[in-house]
Nanobody, 123 residues
Framework: QVQLVESGGGLVQAGGSLRLSCAAS????????MGWFRQAPGKAREFVAA????????HYADSVKGRFTISRDNARSTVYLQMNSLKAEDTAVYYC????????????????WGQGTQVTVSS
């Protein structure tokens, strides 16, 4: 099983940018599709972005399209989420997750999760 550790969260003003990182260890990182998810207080965890094992396929939630970019570096066993033009409604704990097989947007099928990193956007 792969282990995941997120970093890069923090406090940023609306319109600003942050880059989240998720470092993997354990199993072969390139075997896993990776996703970013977020959970705001009082809300369910929701899909943000996902990327295939090779990086050739990516999916985004409508709410972040054009503002967020997911990428991965298999040599560094790391997946990234570049977040631009941040809004107050992006405030949440952000989690990365891994799954074997096809990259999908369904939260419940991801097998392994990190501990999360807080992103707070002030308006």
């Amino acid at each position: 099983q792969v282990q995941l550790v997120e970093s890069g969260g923090g406090l940023v003003q609306a319109g600003g940018s942050l880059r989240l990182s998720c470092a993997a260890s354990g199993r072969t990182f390139s075997n896993y599709a990776m996703g970013w998810f977020r959970q705001a207080p009082g809300k369910a965890r929701e899909f943000v972005a996902a990327i295939s094992q090779s990086g050739s396929i990516s999916h985004y939630a409508d709410s972040v399209k054009g503002r967020f970019t997911i990428s991965r570096d298999n040599a560094r066993s790391t997946v990234y989420l570049q977040m631009n033009s941040l809004k107050a409604e992006d405030t949440a704990v952000y989690y990365c997750a891994a799954k074997s097989g096809v990259v999908v947007t369904i939260t419940s099928v991801y097998e392994t999760w990190g501990q999360g990193t807080q992103v707070t956007v002030s308006s």
